[in-house]
C-alpha cells in the first residue's frame, strides 16, 4: 500500500473531494476572515489529504501511522472550525450538518486504515 499509491485510498479520494466543498462553501465567508478563518480551516483540510499522500510513500507502516495520525487531528481541526463557523453563521444549518459527517466519516477512515496498518 505504500510507494506513493495514495491514488488509490478510497480516505484520499474523499478527503480531496472534501478540499473542494470546503472551498465553494468558504468563499463566501466575510472578506475579514480570509487570512482568519478561511485560511485555517482550507489549510487543515488541505493538511489531511496531504498527510495521507506524504503518509503512503513511507517505508513503513509504523512511519505511515505516524502522518495518518497528523491527518486524523488535522480532521479534529476542520471540525472544530466548522462549529466556529457555524457559530458565526458563515455556514448553513446544512453545510455545518454535512461538512461535519463527511469530516466525521473521514476521520473514521483514517483511523480504520490506521488500524489495519497496526
Not at 63 to 73: G, P, S, T
Amino acid at each position: 500500500m505504500h510507494n506513493q499509491k495514495f491514488r488509490k485510498l478510497d480516505v484520499w479520494k474523499r478527503s480531496m473531494d472534501f478540499i473542494s466543498v470546503i472551498y465553494k462553501l468558504t468563499v463566501n465567508f466575510p472578506p475579514n476572515e480570509t487570512y482568519g478563518l478561511v485560511s485555517q480551516i482550507r489549510r487543515a483540510a488541505i493538511s489531511i489529504s496531504l498527510n495521507i499522500a506524504e503518509g503512503s510513500g513511507s517505508r513503513s507502516d509504523i512511519e505511515f501511522n505516524r502522518f495518518l495520525n497528523i491527518a486524523l487531528r488535522s480532521s479534529y481541526e476542520v471540525n472544530c472550525a466548522i462549529e466556529i463557523a457555524g457559530r458565526l453563521n458563515y455556514f448553513s444549518h446544512d453545510d455545518i450538518g454535512y461538512l461535519s459527517n463527511e469530516c466525521d466519516e473521514i476521520s473514521a477512515m483514517i483511523s480504520g486504515l490506521s488500524k489495519y496498518l497496526k
